[in-house]
């Protein structure tokens, strides 16, 4: 079975630039999770989605991170305009539904973004 | 709000033991995990436990937890080479959105 599937897997862009990242999450996991992991720290939640719903996004910066999740599968996370301080790898987990009794989060391998 | 904290590094020989700790101050946390993150790579789960038991075992892996203490430590036995790695410590509190709490990670090098 596929795991989460993230692309690119790097990416460099100027400050100023957009830049997006997709993600595909594990076939029949209805939570997705993106995550901001900078160097040497923890991943940190960004936004959570039950399907299609964004049910927690108080740790996005809304003034230039945006997420969407259209259909309830895959899912992109857009910054724009980038900042020097934006550089980290973001990643996206998924997992069963809360009512699943499964809360186990799958990573999928990142996107290492550098905004010179 | 909550937080989860590890000791940055350590180094043990292989074919030792390794202990990996883990502190956190949400009480009212429901799920303890450990995750390993080799380099480039995503975080892989590695084990958890229910915050009502105070150990677990899977293979060459313990958990022990102390729920008074709020500490959490991964025993690793027999460290092989390929156990170099991150290890993450996380927590799941008991809101309404179960948010997951991550630790700063513990660097595990294994000396040859």
């Known amino acids: 079975e596929a795991g989460v599937v993230q692309s690119p897997r790097y990416k460099i862009i100027e400050k100023k630039q957009p830049v997006a990242f997709w993600c595909n999450p594990i076939s029949g996991h209805n939570t997705l999770y993106w995550y901001r992991q900078n160097l040497g720290q923890g991943p940190e939640l960004l936004i959570r989605?039950?399907?299609?719903?964004?049910?927690?996004d108080s740790q996005l910066p809304k003034d230039r991170f945006s997420a969407e999740r259209l259909k309830g599968v895959d899912s992109t996370l857009k910054i724009q305009p980038a900042e020097l301080g934006d550089s980290a790898v973001y990643l996206c987990?998924?997992?069963?539904?809360?009512?699943?009794?499964?809360?186990?989060?799958?990573f999928g391998p990142g996107t290492r973004l550098t905004v010179t | 709000g909550e937080d989860v904290e590890q000791s940055l590094f350590l180094s043990v020989r292989e074919g030792d033991s390794s202990v990996i700790n883990c502190t956190y101050t949400d009480s009212s946390s429901t799920y303890l995990y450990w995750y390993k993150q080799e380099p480039g790579a995503g975080l892989q789960l590695l084990t958890y436990i229910f915050s009502n038991m105070d150990m677990k075992q899977d293979q060459r892996l313990t958990v022990l937890l102390n729920k008074k203490d709020k500490h959490l430590s991964l025993r690793i036995a027999d460290t092989q080479t390929g156990d170099s790695a991150i290890y993450f410590c996380a927590e799941r509190n008991s809101g309404g959105y179960q948010k997951v709490t991550f630790g700063t990670g513990t660097k595990l090098q294994v000396i040859p």
């Open positions: 989605y039950e399907n299609e719903e964004a049910v927690d």
């Open positions: 987990a998924s997992s069963f539904p809360r009512t699943s009794g499964h809360y186990e989060q799958y």
